[in-house]
């Protein structure tokens, strides 16, 4: 098993007007990745394998980059609810 790790993830879209649309397409990849995840109001956060995880930041990113400009802001511990993660809890 792969290290397991926590990511808080926050974009922004730049340069539209209906940022909603990317948002929502965020969140779309995001539960399309199949992890645990949480949506908060300023940032979703997700847990899970090392590998997985950074592949889903990866996949935003790729998502998104044509779609509009783009803030995202990434926060990644490999301490903060990684033993709840562990044991299968979210």
């Known amino acids: 098993m792969d290290k397991m790790i926590s ?16 948002v929502d397409r965020v969140l779309e990849v995001i539960k399309a990745s199949g992890l645990p995840y949480s ?29 509009c400009g783009l803030i995202l802001d990434v926060k990644i511990s490999n301490v903060c609810g990684c033993a709840a993660a562990r044991a299968g809890r979210t």
Request: glycine share 8%; charged share 30%; net charge negative.
């Open 7 to 22: 990511c808080e993830v926050a974009f922004t879209p730049l340069g539209r007007s209906d940022y909603a649309t990317c």
């Open 39 to 67: 949506v908060g109001t300023f940032a979703t956060e997700v847990k899970g394998e090392k590998d997985a995880v950074f592949g889903l930041v990866r996949d935003i990113y790729d998502e998104m980059e044509d779609q």
